[in-house]
């Protein structure tokens, strides 16, 4: 250990990353399994960071970028950069002065659960507000504790005293160092699991501070935590660590901010470890972010100095982002300076469907049997290629369009993904060929396709079920109104030859469609 906390290894820190790789040597494997697990197959843990690699820059250049200002205002107070602390629990696992030294190293958001005794609650909230600290955050996605099986196969159990040693960290409040912006500080396990919105109302007429909301991904709860009072939201999906396949919080941030309307700031975190990630969450209409576990590791691999740095580093990643991208404020980092992959879906619809729209009328009439495969329009438009999750939520969009009227055709295929002639190559050389399943889908619009190994199949079928049950009532509903008719016209003999004449035309129409 002694050997890691000195100057060589040190050297070796030029990311957050990195820490997270000097703490898993230094800590015992049951505490770092704890901080960086997710829950169950981790997909949510890996989407946090898989999701920033499909946000693509638009820098603006020869601005003069000498002098760069990152300080930004948070419910009022000023804070240097629009980078925060999240609550996260057990610091004194990380290292004996635990939150403490997390505390003096930066402006420290601490977490207050709902115990089932109010009265605690209440003790501990006025503590808070009397050691100064400037907000409430209310944690609205731990109701249950996720299922972390790194923690079961390591039969976790706290280190004595732990948790109550962090109550230090209640107290600690406005230090000459935390620039002010210290939040509520609390860590249970014994959470009120009947808590819900009502309750908020309560929350507030135990204190004066604001109420931040910690946990929502849907623009539906944004408007509810906004009715019920919340002063802010923060996006969160507990770093993975709660619920897995949930979507990365950066992906449902446009939505959430959309809702808010600026009336209350939107925060987010989950996944965040670079400046870059920093900046396109800003340029998706974000007040700012929070850091989880890299504030835990770098505090486990140099204390507060630890924390310093990685606080630091950040800093500088966003401070060279944002002047890459020609801004020189917070305020001039705009939605213009990103492109999601919903802008390339849209740009690509756009650019394509107006010519190969006026081709496709030529070739609209198919032979009989081709009702599986896609139409010509599709065919012809630009095929985007998305990862399963992206595809699946377009495909969504694509149903949901397509409920009153229109068709979706989704066709999936078994592919090496290869062409011909590097299959031959392969086969040469006698080099194992991965088979894939290529799915593909269409409304005649866009035109999307994602590629799934067999490991990832299983899973893709489950949600692909889920998606289809839910649309399944447009379907039908058509089919049941026909064969209604159907019944009545054999009911009614004087209008029999009409009636059963539209009855059996619609009935075949039903059927194709189905
Ligand atoms: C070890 C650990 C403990 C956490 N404890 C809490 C907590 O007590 N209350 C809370 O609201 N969130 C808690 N979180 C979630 C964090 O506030 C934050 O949402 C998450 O860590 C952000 O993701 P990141 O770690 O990828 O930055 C915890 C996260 C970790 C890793």
């Given at each position: 250990?002694?050997?890691?906390?000195?100057?060589?290894?040190?050297?070796?820190?030029?990311?957050?990353?990195?820490?997270?790789?000097?703490?898993?040597?230094?800590?015992?494997?049951?505490?770092?399994?704890?901080?960086?697990?997710?829950?169950?197959?981790?997909?949510?843990?890996?989407?946090?960071?898989?999701?920033?690699?499909?946000?693509?820059?638009?820098?603006?250049?020869?601005?003069?970028?000498?002098?760069?200002?990152?300080?930004?205002?948070?419910?009022?107070?000023?804070?240097?950069?629009?980078?925060?602390?999240?609550?996260?629990?057990?610091?004194?696992?990380?290292?004996?002065?635990?939150?403490?030294?997390?505390?003096?190293?930066?402006?420290?958001?601490?977490?207050?659960?709902?115990?089932?005794?109010?009265?605690?609650?209440?003790?501990?909230?006025?503590?808070?507000?009397?050691?100064?600290?400037?907000?409430?955050?209310?944690?609205?996605?731990?109701?249950?504790?996720?299922?972390?099986?790194?923690?079961?196969?390591?039969?976790?159990?706290?280190?004595?005293?732990?948790?109550?040693?962090?109550?230090?960290?209640?107290?600690?409040?406005?230090?000459?160092?935390?620039?002010?912006?210290?939040?509520?500080?609390?860590?249970?396990?014994?959470?009120?699991?009947?808590?819900?919105?009502?309750?908020?109302?309560?929350?507030?007429?135990?204190?004066?501070?604001?109420?931040?909301?910690?946990?929502?991904?849907?623009?539906?709860?944004?408007?509810?935590?906004?009715?019920?009072?919340?002063?802010?939201?923060?996006?969160?999906?507990?770093?993975?660590?709660?619920?897995?396949?949930?979507?990365?919080?950066?992906?449902?941030?446009?939505?959430?901010?959309?809702?808010?309307?600026?009336?209350?700031?939107?925060?987010?975190?989950?996944?965040?470890?670079?400046?870059?990630?920093?900046?396109?969450?800003?340029?998706?209409?974000?007040?700012?972010?929070?850091?989880?576990?890299?504030?835990?590791?770098?505090?486990?691999?140099?204390?507060?100095?630890?924390?310093?740095?990685?606080?630091?580093?950040?800093?500088?990643?966003?401070?060279?982002?944002?002047?890459?991208?020609?801004?020189?404020?917070?305020?001039?980092?705009?939605?213009?300076?990103?492109?999601?992959?919903?802008?390339?879906?849209?740009?690509?619809?756009?650019?394509?469907?107006?010519?190969l729209a006026a081709k496709a009328t030529k070739t609209r009439a198919r032979p009989e049997g081709e009702n599986f495969a896609l139409p010509a329009i599709a065919r012809?438009?630009?095929?985007?290629?998305?990862?399963?999750?992206?595809?699946?939520?377009?495909?969504?969009?694509?149903?949901?369009?397509?409920?009153?009227?229109?068709?979706?055709?989704?066709?999936?295929?078994?592919?090496?993904?290869?062409?011909?002639?590097?299959?031959?190559?392969?086969?040469?050389?006698?080099e194992a060929v991965e088979l894939r399943c290529l799915v593909r889908a269409t409304d005649g619009k866009k035109n999307i396709s994602t590629s799934l190994s067999a490991?990832?199949?299983?899973?893709?079928?489950?949600?692909?079920?889920?998606?289809?049950?839910?649309?399944?009532?447009?379907?039908?509903?058509r089919e049941r109104k026909d064969k209604k008719k159907a019944a009545e016209a054999e009911k009614i003999p004087e209008k029999a030859p009409k009636k059963q004449k539209?009855?059996?035309?619609?009935?075949?129409?039903?059927?194709?469609?189905?």
């Amino acid at each position: 250990n002694k050997e890691m906390e000195g100057a060589g290894c040190m050297a070796l820190v030029t990311n957050l990353c990195d820490y997270e790789e000097l703490a898993k040597q230094k800590l015992p494997k049951m505490i770092y399994d704890f901080y960086a697990a997710g829950a169950e197959d981790q997909w949510t843990l890996k989407e946090n960071r898989d999701a920033f690699s499909r946000i693509l820059f638009r820098p603006r250049v020869l601005v003069d970028v000498s002098c760069i200002d990152m300080s930004t205002s948070i419910l009022g107070y000023k804070i240097s950069m629009p980078i925060m602390i999240a609550p996260t629990a057990l610091h004194k696992m990380a290292h004996p002065e635990g939150e403490l030294a997390t505390a003096r190293a930066a402006a420290t958001a601490e977490t207050i659960m709902i115990y089932k005794d109010r009265n605690l609650v209440q003790q501990l909230v006025q503590r808070a507000e009397m050691a100064g600290h400037k907000a409430i955050v209310l944690t609205v996605d731990a109701p249950w504790l996720g299922r972390r099986e790194a923690d079961a196969k390591n039969r976790f159990t706290l280190p004595q005293n732990v948790v109550l040693k962090t109550f230090e960290g209640l107290d600690q409040g406005k230090t000459d160092k935390t620039n002010g912006s210290g939040l509520a500080a609390y860590v249970a396990n014994q959470v009120d699991r009947s808590f819900s919105w009502k309750d908020i109302k309560w929350l507030q007429t135990i204190t004066s501070l604001p109420v931040l909301v910690k946990g929502i991904i849907t623009a539906a709860d944004t408007r509810i935590a906004i009715e019920c009072g919340a002063a802010g939201i923060i996006m969160s999906n507990h770093g993975g660590r709660q619920l897995d396949y949930l979507p990365a919080t950066i992906s449902c941030l446009e939505e959430v901010v959309r809702e808010a309307n600026g009336r209350v700031p939107v925060f987010i975190d989950s996944g965040f470890r670079r400046g870059t990630d920093v900046f396109k969450a800003l340029a998706l209409g974000a007040s700012g972010v929070f850091i989880g576990r890299p504030v835990l590791f770098s505090l486990a691999v140099d204390g507060e100095a630890g924390v310093r740095n990685a606080l630091r580093m950040l800093r500088d990643e966003l401070e060279v982002t944002m002047a890459l991208n020609g801004c020189t404020s917070v305020k001039e980092i705009t939605r213009s300076h990103v492109v999601t992959e919903g802008d390339r879906i849209r740009s690509c619809s756009r650019s394509t469907i107006p010519t190969l729209a006026a081709k496709a009328t030529k070739t609209r009439a198919r032979p009989e049997g081709e009702n599986f495969a896609l139409p010509a329009i599709a065919r012809r438009l630009k095929m985007v290629v998305l990862q399963p999750d992206p595809f699946l939520s377009e495909l969504t969009s694509m149903y949901e369009r397509s409920t009153e009227k229109g068709s979706v055709w989704v066709t999936m295929k078994r592919s090496s993904m290869k062409c011909q002639a590097r299959l031959k190559k392969m086969a040469a050389k006698g080099e194992a060929v991965e088979l894939r399943c290529l799915v593909r889908a269409t409304d005649g619009k866009k035109n999307i396709s994602t590629s799934l190994s067999a490991k990832e199949y299983l899973k893709f079928q489950a949600s692909y079920a889920t998606v289809l049950k839910a649309h399944m009532h447009a379907l039908k509903k058509r089919e049941r109104k026909d064969k209604k008719k159907a019944a009545e016209a054999e009911k009614i003999p004087e209008k029999a030859p009409k009636k059963q004449k539209k009855a059996s035309s619609s009935k075949k129409s039903a059927g194709s469609k189905s």
